[in-house]
Structures are given as C-alpha cells and as structure tokens.
T-cell receptor
Framework: SQQGEEDPQALSIQEGENATMNCSYKTSINNLQWYRQNSGRGLVHLIL?????REKHSGRLRVTLDTSKKSSSLLITASRAADTASYFCATAPTPGKLIFGTGTRLQVFP | EAGVTQSPTHLIKTRGQQATLRCSPI?????VYWYQQALGLGLQFLLWYDEGEERNRGNFPPRFSGRQFPNYSSELNVNALELEDSALYLCASLGTSGHNEQFFGPGTRLTVL
C-alpha cells in the first residue's frame, strides 16, 4: 500500500497563482522528499525536508512538515506553465526503500 | 555528470514473452532501484540492488527478477508477460548524501499486447 497520499489528486490554476499540494503518510520518517514528474518521464528530485525541520525553501518552492500530523505540504509560488507536472511526496520507512504517494497532477494555464 | 540512463525507451512484447530492461546508474552510485508505474497508478517499488546483491523486494511475483553487474548497471527481467505488466518502468540510483535521495532515469515504456 502507498505510504503517502497526496491531496488534491488534480489541480488547475492560472500562471502567476500559487499551487499548494498536501501529502499524508503513515509511519515515522527520517525525512520526506518531493519529486516532480513531467508527463510519462522520470522523476526529478525537488526538495528534502528532515524530520527535525518544520519548513524549507528552495527558489519558488516552500515545503512544510508536521510530524505530529504526519503531513507535509508543497507550495509553488508564482506558478508558470512549465510547472505543469505530477508531484509526488516520498518517504523511507525502512532503509533503502522509498515509498511514493499517489501524486498530484498540476496543470498551469498560461 | 551523466544521469541515469535506461534502455530501451519503448518495448513492445506479446503475452507470454520475456522482457529485459537495462539501467546504468550515475557514476559513483552503487545502489539501483526499480519501480513500476502503471497507467493511473502511483510508483510501485519493485527491487533494490546494492553492491551486486538484491537488498529488498516489493510485492511482485517471482517472474519479476533482475541483477546488478560489477559496474553497478542493472537489468530487470519480466518473464511470462501479462497484459497488466504494461507500464512505465523507472530506474533510479541512490545519491551519496545519506538521505535516500534518488535520481531517476527517463524510464522504459513496456507495452504488452
């Protein structure tokens, strides 16, 4: 079964708007990672947040982590058409095994 | 630095045949992971190889197997193909940061007719 579940499943916004997607997970973690997947291609690592961190920034990305609620959020500010992709959270409940969430499909319209 | 490479890009097989997919990790990476991404589904963990050994396996039947070679490249074999094996197969190599960051290849699209 999936360790993480993303919400919403799909999101459509206009360029310039912010996009927020959420991830919930089930077990304790050392870190949580977010990946992007352009249509039918491999995943690209975006950002990693450790379990002792609450917030992390990378460019237009902001990730928060609430270990008490077992949830994380990814915020993309000032979205662009090129941000159109699927976004996955991933956790490693056991060493060497990365479990991916169900993904959020983001569509940014120009 | 070259990224993770996979071959072939596309593979079309018929039911009952065997498929072999190949992956080369980033230079210096010794761990290789395989995932299956069927249409409409998320990524399902298949196999993890490290230093030539299978370290972990997902919930897949034994007809999914693989190996890792001394140069750390890897092969995924799927025997007795079934229609539901049609999927994007992704390979990833493990970064050296110690945080389980994985670097993905572009994938092999397997279609079983």
């Amino acid at each position: 079964s999936q360790q993480g579940e993303e919400d919403p499943q799909a999101l459509s916004i206009q360029e310039g708007e912010n996009a927020t997607m959420n991830c919930s997970y089930k077990t304790s973690i050392n870190n949580l990672q977010w990946y992007r997947q352009n249509s039918g291609r491999g995943l690209v690592h975006l950002i990693l947040i450790r379990s002792n961190e609450r917030e992390k920034h990378s460019g237009r990305l902001r990730v928060t982590l609430d270990t008490s609620k077992k949830s994380s959020s990814l915020l993309i500010t000032a979205s662009r058409a090129a941000d159109t992709a699927s976004y996955f959270c991933a956790t490693a409940p056991t060493p060497g095994k990365l479990i991916f969430g169900t993904g959020t499909r983001l569509q940014v319209f120009p | 630095e070259a990224g993770v490479t996979q071959s072939p890009t596309h593979l079309i097989k018929t039911r009952g045949q065997q498929a072999t997919l190949r992956c080369s990790p980033i230079s210096g990476h010794t761990s290789v992971y395989w995932y299956q991404q069927a249409l409409g589904l998320g990524l399902q963990f298949l196999l993890w190889y490290d230093e030539g050994e299978e370290r972990n396996r997902g919930n897949f039947p034994p007809r999914f197997s693989g190996r890792q070679f001394p140069n750390y490249s890897s092969e995924l074999n799927v025997n007795a193909l079934e229609l539901e094996d049609s999927a994007l197969y992704l390979c990833a190599s493990l970064g050296t940061s110690g945080h389980n960051e994985q670097f993905f290849g572009p994938g092999t699209r397997l279609t079983v007719l």
